[in-house]
């Protein structure tokens, strides 16, 4: 099993990677909107084995951070080896958990799986990461955050079946 720091070490050279500009995306960041996560210091990052801890106690810590997203990397455990699991199956899961809870229910989460096959712009983005990772935020950040890019040119390399994955008009 990997140490505490090297999962980290993997998962900030992923976050990285998602920060820089490349063509595919019109010249912008993979994912643009990480980068001021960081700066602000408004992105809690933390290692779930769900062996450990439960989802919503995760979401506690997280929630008692009062930062404004969060990254989960999902660690194997005895009972679960994150490379069997579908993800969008248990997004869904998560997704109504969250719903479903008093303090989450303005809550969301975006499942992230390397052993997807998932595309943007032509770029396997997602088997990039060194782990499966869920990416939590509001729902209205995660709605603000999409409209703001479906204004700019951020879009313009993808196919019509990656904008229709990615719900974007």
Not at 4 to 27: D, G, M, R
Not at 32 to 56: C, T
Not at 83 to 96: C, D, M, Y
Request: hydrophobic share 35%; glycine share 2%; with cysteine.
């Amino acid at each position: 099993m990997e140490s505490k720091s090297t999962i980290l070490e993997k998962a900030y050279q992923y976050i990285h990677w998602l920060t820089t500009p490349h063509e595919s995306f019109s010249n912008m960041a993979v994912c643009p909107f990480v980068e001021p996560e960081i700066k602000q210091e408004q992105l809690y990052i933390d290692i779930w084995n769900p062996s450990q801890k439960s989802f919503m106690d995760m979401m506690s810590l997280y929630y008692e951070s009062h930062k404004r997203s969060a990254i989960f990397i999902c660690q194997d455990s005895p009972d679960i080896t994150w490379s069997e699991v579908e993800r969008k199956p248990i997004q869904i899961t998560l997704n109504n958990k969250l719903k479903e809870h008093p303090l989450f229910s303005e809550y969301k989460c975006i499942v992230l799986s390397p052993w997807e096959d998932f595309t943007a712009g032509g770029v396997s983005t997602r088997k990039k990461s060194p782990y499966f990772m869920i990416n939590i935020g509001s729902a209205l950040h995660f709605y603000k955050s999409h409209k703001q890019l479906q204004k700019s040119s951020y879009f313009a390399n993808f196919t019509p079946t990656e904008k229709d994955n990615l719900k974007v008009s």
